[in-house]
């Protein structure tokens, strides 16, 4: 299988955990953590199901591994993720040593793999992560901007009722 059709492979199963955190009202994103062809970790946003503002899918995915491996560090594996990372991602995703980061769509208001800010690469950490964005592009862009279109059009006729 080529690199190319491996990304296309795994990000696609980002995108379906993406889609069953949009089914519990969650932003859908999606993650998932492969080493060597072996998943070690999946998650996906659950920031609104356990009112906690930590529970991004990065870190879902990160922490299942981490506790799969028995460890923290994450060398050699890579995380597969429908949206470019936020900071507080990136951080734990330097912290975690991960080897490569493969993201859907960029996040121009708070990327932190290069939209933004680019810490997975940046020279001063003690960690470098690579970065492929844009896999599987379109349909990541189309899964956020639907749900967010959707949730104005809820709180739209929402006010429109209480009017």
């Not at 991004?56 to 594996?77: K, P, S």
Request: aromatic residues 4%.
């Amino acid at each position: 299988m080529s690199a190319q059709s491996e990304h296309e492979k795994w990000m696609a199963r980002a995108i379906q955990l993406a889609k069953q955190a949009e089914t519990l009202g969650e932003v859908p994103i999606g993650a998932v953590i492969v080493k060597e062809g072996e998943v070690l970790g999946e998650g996906y946003n659950r920031r609104e199901i356990d009112r906690n503002p930590l529970a991004h899918a990065e870190l879902m995915a990160i922490q299942q591994a981490c506790e799969r491996l028995g460890g923290w560090r994450l060398a050699g594996c890579d995380l597969y993720v429908t949206l470019e990372p936020c900071p507080m991602c990136a951080g734990a995703i330097v912290q975690a040593r991960l080897r490569r980061v493969i993201y859907g769509t960029e996040d121009p208001k708070a990327g932190y793999a290069g939209s933004l800010h680019n810490t997975l690469q940046d020279e001063r950490l003690n960690h470098q992560t690579d970065v492929i964005a844009g896999i599987r592009r379109e349909e990541c862009q189309h899964l956020l901007k639907d749900f967010f279109r959707r949730l104005r059009e809820q709180k739209k006729a929402a006010k429109g009722m209480s009017t």
